[in-house]
């Protein structure tokens, strides 16, 4: 069982930056592949972010590329999003996911790929 918990949601101008944390549980951290995907109103939740285990691959949605950059610390089992020069648009309710199963880089798009989800945390940009 994976738990994670997501923080560092907020309201944000037009321009701004905020940095999201998902904290997991779990020993093996480390094998995981990581998402962020995120849900705006009335739409269907979409891919923004993976990263491999190591760190060493990371994958973009064409929407937030150049703006947001994702990482992780394994020795905290912790994983970010770092979003910059944010927009109207990314207003959303961002989730963090983890994949514990084999890895595989054209899956990582794909929501139905991750077990384990967040309960969310909520970025709004104003304009």
């Known amino acids: 069982q994976v738990q994670l918990v997501e923080s560092g949601g907020g309201l944000v101008q037009a321009g701004g930056s905020l940095r999201l944390s998902c904290a997991a549980s779990?020993?093996?951290?480390?094998?995981?592949?990581m998402g962020w995907f995120r849900q705006a109103p009335g739409k269907e939740r979409e891919f923004v972010a993976a990263?491999?285990?190591?760190?060493?691959?990371?994958y973009y949605a064409d929407s937030v590329k150049g703006r947001f950059t994702i990482s992780r610390d394994n020795a905290k089992n912790t994983v970010y999003l770092q979003m910059n020069s944010l927009i109207p648009e990314d207003t959303a309710v961002y989730y963090c996911?983890?994949?514990?199963?084999?890895?595989?880089?054209?899956?990582?798009?794909?929501?139905?790929?991750?077990?384990?989800w967040g309960q969310g945390t909520q970025v709004t940009v104003s304009s």
């Open positions: 990263i491999s285990w190591s760190g060493g691959r990371t």
């Open positions: 996911a983890a994949d514990t199963g084999r890895y595989s880089s054209g899956s990582v798009y794909f929501d139905s790929k991750y077990e384990y």
């Open positions: 779990g020993r093996t951290f480390s094998s995981y592949v």
